[in-house]
């Protein structure tokens, strides 16, 4: 029997308000009456006192916080305690049911979460540890998209540097942040360097920087000669220099990137629920990793289709009032499972026939716009998810139904 089975059994409930630095505690018995009320430092002696003030009111206790991961939450679980993540939507509503006025004070946002804690446990699902190696994949995955988001907004910066001086690179190549594009920036990075470039000497640029693209040295000294636009003198020497620095931070950020992706598929590899992820169409070794990290290992999280749905955002939400309904985008969801899921979904589409037949059919029948198409099919792709991720089961497209029947009459 669980803990959370026992919890006729707890004798307090825990609200913690969380901080940067510190963090404001508060501990009600089973009638709503205050037994602690403290804040404690963001340390190690603030933690010491924090477990030294819980274990007064005994081990295993309910804890509400508006938080799913970070050293707190990992170190309330170590110490065996039973926490209960609360969205801050539901934190911000609970907390007018005791004051209307819209002020911010940490001792009550503690005591509202832990008297709704004591109201309506039985509703809500406790956060269940993950391994250490489901731990290690999830860190790494969501600090690879943190890494991205670095490395896509310095390509937008290195293109406008360019835009700004020296275009011909930008438009040379298919894209700002390819290795043969940064190359060329560093090697030709002023409009007159660039100018001294014939199909020979573009041919042996290619050959020295490896470049494994389909288009001749020919063509693209034509484009570059195309391109070849210049500013004033004083904008050149400037923006060149600004050119190289961000070339070479994104030469950096490429290389990290290479390297999580290396650090990422080890991890999965080990994983015993990879293979289930993994064969999917169209999901490479760090999707499974995003994928495997958000929806995790325990099965009772997600015991039904729907919740899975609702979690990664792709089930609409109706709002219905009296002769109003509404359907509408689902905004309050995991927003990393839901880009993991639409970028699945679309590459899926290379792979598997029947999921490019029905994005077709959703765009060109039913008249739904690009990401809307997009989600309906991760949705479909979610669902079969769900089946083989409960029961275990790598996937086969001769039991999927729907692809069973796109491989027969394609």
């Known amino acids: 029997m669980s803990d959370q089975d026992n919890s006729r059994d707890w ?16 501990v009600l018995d089973t009638t709503g009456a205050r037994l602690t009320q403290q804040r404690v430092t963001h340390d190690v002696a603030g933690l010491a006192e924090l477990d030294t003030a819980l274990a007064r ?61 004591r109201h309506e446990h039985e509703r809500w699902r406790a956060l269940t540890p993950p391994s250490p190696l489901l731990a290690e994949i999830k860190a790494l995955t969501r600090d690879r998209d943190r890494l991205q988001q670095i490395q896509q907004a310095t390509e937008s910066q290195l293109r406008a540097i360019l835009e700004a001086y020296h275009p011909a690179p930008a438009r040379l190549f298919s894209s700002v942040d390819r290795q043969i594009t940064l190359h060329f920036v560093l090697d030709y990075p002023t409009p007159a360097a660039a100018s001294r470039i014939k199909t020979t000497r573009m041919n042996g640029f290619l050959s020295r920087h490896r470049y494994t693209g389909r288009v001749p040295g020919q063509v693209l000294a034509e484009r570059l000669r195309e391109n070849l636009l210049a500013a004033s003198t004083g904008t050149v020497a400037g923006k060149s220099h600004s050119a190289q620095s961000f070339a070479q931070l994104l030469q950096l950020l490429n290389t990290q990137l290479a390297e999580y992706d290396d650090a990422i598929a080890a991890a999965v590899a080990e994983h015993p629920d990879a293979p289930i992820f993994a064969s999917f169409p169209g999901v490479g070794a760090v999707l499974t990793g995003t994928l495997l990290a ?33 359907v509408r985008f689902r905004y309050a969801a995991n927003t990393i499972l839901r880009e993991a899921a639409m970028w699945w979904a679309y590459n899926s589409m290379k792979e598997a026939p029947w999921a490019k037949a029905a994005f077709r059919e959703a765009r060109d029948h039913r008249g739904q716009q690009h990401h809307r198409a997009l989600r309906g099919l991760a949705a479909r792709w979610m669902r079969v998810l769900w089946t083989c991720w409960s029961t275990h089961t790598t996937y086969d497209p001769k039991r999927h139904t729907t692809a069973q029947t796109a491989l027969t009459t394609g």
Do not use: M, N
């Open 11 to 26: 004798p307090a409930f825990v609200g913690i308000d969380w901080g940067g630095s510190e963090h404001q505690l508060c």
């Open 57 to 117: 009111h005994g081990t295993a206790l309910p804890i509400a916080v508006e938080r799913a991961e970070g050293l707190l939450v990992e170190h309330l679980q170590a110490c065996g305690h039973i926490v209960f993540p609360v969205s801050p939507r539901i934190a911000a509503r609970a907390r007018e049911r005791y004051r209307v006025a819209a002020v911010k004070d940490d001792r009550l946002d503690a005591f509202v979460l832990a008297d709704t804690l």
């Open 294 to 326: 958000e929806i995790g290992e325990d099965r009772a999280r997600f015991p039904t289709q729907a919740t899975l749905l609702a979690e990664s955002g792709l089930a609409p939400v109706t709002r219905a009032s009296g002769r109003s309904r509404k």
